[in-house]
């Protein structure tokens, strides 16, 4: 069985391309590997009902299945709905969130958005300087658009304890995990760096560090870094397949770029 991974799609930042180049370009791709499943880990856009149709429609016209987890933009909202637009994705059968999808007798796919938790700035920012989200004359953006109702290390707390249970429900099968935000550190930023000592607060979480230890999880599949890269750790490979945003690329053309951050895995 092939499985697809990409993530970071933001098909809203791009000023050059439509919706529909986005889902021709990523179909033909995907038919192109022969994959049989295809796993998206967030950031399709800026607006939730579009990420979401962005998905439905990928989803016809590839005819195989596709999940997902929300990345942190897929709920950015300007009246802040972030509980209600939680809500809304977990509703739809796509979505891995508290839905553990059952491969087959061997392998399962768990996912979750998964939240930051600040471990992975350097050590000299006080918590409130880190909850600010402000440092150098910038804020980190999600604090403007996303409100949880509890602070970030709470919330990446509670998504971690909500994956623990998704790991209990498979048996022993072996596991692929997916989440948006980083759950390890050689996926942040390398430090010292002039403002990633401060932001690499928000790429990552510690929480899962135990899950690891304690369940069969062989793939790791992480999005929110915009880069490529993977890395193979005590059995366990680490994915992070992200397009990205069109500044980033390398080269100027979408169906080379797609081609690069598609990540294809045989189980
Ligand atoms: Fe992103």
């Known amino acids: 069985m092939k499985i697809g991974i990409i993530s970071d799609l933001h098909i809203d930042r791009d000023t050059k391309r439509s919706f529909e180049v986005y889902i021709d370009v990523l179909s033909a791709e995907v038919k192109s590997q022969n994959i049989d ?23 016809d016209k590839i005819g195989i299945d596709v999940l ?21 994705f977990k509703k739809q059968p796509e979505c891995l969130i508290e839905r ?23 050590s000299e920012f006080s918590r409130e300087k880190l909850e600010s989200g402000k440092f150098k004359g910038s804020t980190w953006q999600d604090k403007f658009y996303v409100d949880w109702r ?3 290390q709470r919330v990446s707390k509670t998504f971690a304890e909500a994956v623990r249970k998704d790991m209990e429900q498979v048996g022993d099968r072996h596991i692929i995990l997916m989440t948006h935000i980083v ?15 401060f932001y690499n607060a928000y790429i990552g979480t510690s929480d899962f560090d135990q899950l690891y230890k304690q369940y069969s999880i ?20 680490y994915i992070c397949a992200c397009l990205g945003y069109t500044r980033q690329w ?8 797609i081609a690069s951050a598609l990540h294809v895995i045989e189980i």
Do not use: C, Q
Not at 38 to 56: P, Q, V
């Open 68 to 88: 997902f987890v929300p990345g942190n933009h897929d709920y950015w909202d300007n009246d802040k709905k972030t509980l209600e637009i939680f809500e809304y």
């Open 218 to 237: 062989k793939y790791s599949i992480m999005g929110h870094i915009h880069f490529r890269k993977m890395l193979v750790e005590d059995g366990i490979t």
């Open 37 to 59: 499943l295809l796993l998206l880990a967030g950031d399709i856009s800026n607006d939730y009902k579009m990420s979401y149709h962005f998905i439905k429609t990928l989803k």
């Open 183 to 197: 759950t390890h550190k050689k996926f942040t930023v390398p430090m010292p760096h002039r403002i990633f000592d």
């Open 100 to 122: 553990p999808y059952i491969i087959n007798e061997d392998w399962a796919v768990i996912g979750h958005s998964g939240w930051y938790d600040y471990s992975y700035a350097a």
């Open 250 to 257: 390398r080269s100027k053309n979408l169906a080379t770029e």
């Open 150 to 152: 509890l602070n970030d």
